[in-house]
């Protein structure tokens, strides 16, 4: 099965801010999705959030950690939690395993469509960025429930050893 290179959509409307996830989104994306979630954090007006994973082939950890790093950053903010729309039944299980039912509605289908998505520019981040934030990421995971801590653990710890070998750090 060949996988998609992934890509990041996004639109914002009426208060609603829709993140549409395409293809294979991997930690490269990490930057982007950063990046949105700070901005989320700050935009006034909104209402509500959207996560579409209808178009997602693969979503890694890293890039979970940052979906649940917006929820955070949006938490006491919104009437109500983000909304993931996942038809994928692996997919859906992998979000409930890892506790994401806790910081978002999961839905199989969204309310509305969305009018106009945009393809979001891909932030760039150094080998150190990307470091940063795939610790951030996991560790974000790690706190959202027992299991992503014992499954991660090992992962965040091989990071901040490496961090501590980094000659200047």
């Known amino acids: 099965m060949m996988m ?10 009426s208060g609603v801010f829709v993140l549409k996830l395409c293809g294979d989104v991997r930690l490269t994306l990490c930057a982007t999705l950063d990046t949105q979630a700070q901005q ?21 950890s890293t890039a979970l950690g940052f979906l649940a790093k917006v929820a955070m950053a949006l938490q006491g903010r919104l009437k109500q939690p983000p909304t993931i729309v996942v038809d994928n039944p692996d997919v859906r299980r992998m979000l409930d395993v890892m506790g994401f039912a806790h910081y978002f509605t999961l839905v199989e289908s ?28 996991h560790r974000i995971l790690m706190h959202m429930n027992e299991h992503n801590r014992e499954q991660f653990q090992p992962l965040v710890e091989m990071l901040e050893d490496h961090k501590d070998e980094t000659p200047g750090a």
Do not use: C, S, Y
């Open 4 to 13: 998609h290179e992934g890509r990041l959509k996004a639109a914002f409307d």
């Open 40 to 60: 989320l954090a700050e935009t006034p007006g909104l209402e509500a959030v959207m996560v579409d994973l209808r178009e997602a082939t693969n979503v890694d």
């Open 110 to 137: 969204p309310i509305t469509e969305p009018h106009e998505l945009r393809d979001l520019p891909e932030v760039p981040a150094d080998e150190e960025g990307m470091r940063q934030r795939i610790l951030e990421a």
